[in-house]
């Protein structure tokens, strides 16, 4: 039984940062594929940054170049820095894990990961 649980979430002002954590449990980090999703209230649940097995990483046009996903298989961590955070990254944040069977341009395809923690939320004011 897979189990994602994550943390960091937290509220900050524009400009802030957050790190965000997931820790995984049954589940082998580097077997497979992981992301981060968010999802705003009204809005649909959208990929924020995805690493493959190979230790790619990809990244939403909204977040490049401000935020960093990064895995420890050693601790079974998923981590994701946040910087220059802006109002619009307000939301509930979601780690998701899947197979590596699919192929790397539907990194950020929410439907492909069937796991998923309970979401930790953020929340950026101007």
């Known amino acids: 039984q897979v189990q994602l649980v994550e943390s960091g979430g937290g509220s900050v002002q524009a400009g802030g940062s957050l790190r965000l954590s997931c820790v995984a449990s049954?589940?082998?980090?580097?077997?497979?594929?992981m992301a981060w999703f968010r999802q705003a209230p009204g809005k649909e649940r959208e990929g924020v940054a995805a690493?493959?097995?190979?230790?790619?990483?990809v990244y939403a046009d909204d977040v490049e170049g401000r935020f960093t996903i990064s895995q420890d298989n050693a601790k079974s961590t998923l981590s994701l820095q946040m910087n220059s955070l802006k109002p619009e990254d307000t939301a509930m944040y979601y780690c998701?894990?899947?197979?590596?069977?699919?192929?790397?341009?539907?990194?950020?395809?929410?439907?492909?990961?069937?796991?998923w923690g309970q979401g930790t939320q953020v929340t950026v004011s101007s």
């Open positions: 998701a894990a899947r197979p590596s069977i699919y192929p790397n341009s539907w990194a950020l395809r929410r439907t492909t990961y069937n796991y």
């Open positions: 049954g589940y082998t980090y580097n077997t497979g594929n």
């Open positions: 690493i493959l097995r190979s230790g790619t990483t």
